[in-house]
């Protein structure tokens, strides 16, 4: 899995960020011992429906694994990503995996 370049960890403002056609996505994290915390992600409405959140999720992923980071979601659309796709369950905090059935 690479990482998508048009993606970027803006570490200071705790979110990665995609802009398209103006628009700009979020995912919004917490840092945490060992990981980072998911808590929200946020898809303007004119860019619904075009997998963005998905996209991201797939990149933060990645990035995460890069940096041998566990993720701990507390986003309901990471929780849901995260419950279709269970050969992520690896990088899930154990307690967060037990929680999500993964």
Same mark, same amino acid.
């Given at each position: 899995?690479s990482?998508?370049?048009?993606?970027?960890?803006? $570490?200071?403002?705790?979110?990665?960020?995609?802009?398209?056609? @103006?628009?700009?996505?979020?995912?919004?994290?917490?840092?945490?011992?060992? @990981?980072?915390?998911?808590?929200? *992600?946020?898809?303007?409405?004119?860019?619904? @429906?075009?997998?963005?959140?998905?996209?991201?999720?797939?990149?933060? #992923?990645?990035?995460?694994?890069?940096?041998?980071?566990?993720?701990?979601p507390?986003?309901?659309?990471?929780s849901?990503?995260?419950?279709?796709?269970? $050969?992520?369950?690896?990088?899930?905090?154990? *307690?967060?995996?037990?929680? #999500?059935?993964?």
């Amino acid at each position: 899995m690479s990482l998508d370049p048009e993606i970027r960890d803006n $570490e200071e403002a705790k979110r990665y960020e995609l802009t398209v056609d @103006g628009e700009t996505a979020v995912v919004i994290y917490n840092p945490v011992a060992g @990981g980072r915390l998911i808590t929200e *992600t946020i898809v303007p409405v004119p860019l619904e @429906g075009r997998g963005i959140a998905s996209r991201m999720a797939k990149h933060v #992923l990645a990035d995460l694994k890069a940096k041998d980071l566990l993720i701990l979601p507390t986003c309901p659309f990471f929780s849901s990503y995260l419950k279709k796709h269970p $050969e992520y369950a690896d990088q899930v905090h154990p *307690t967060y995996r037990a929680m #999500l059935g993964l």
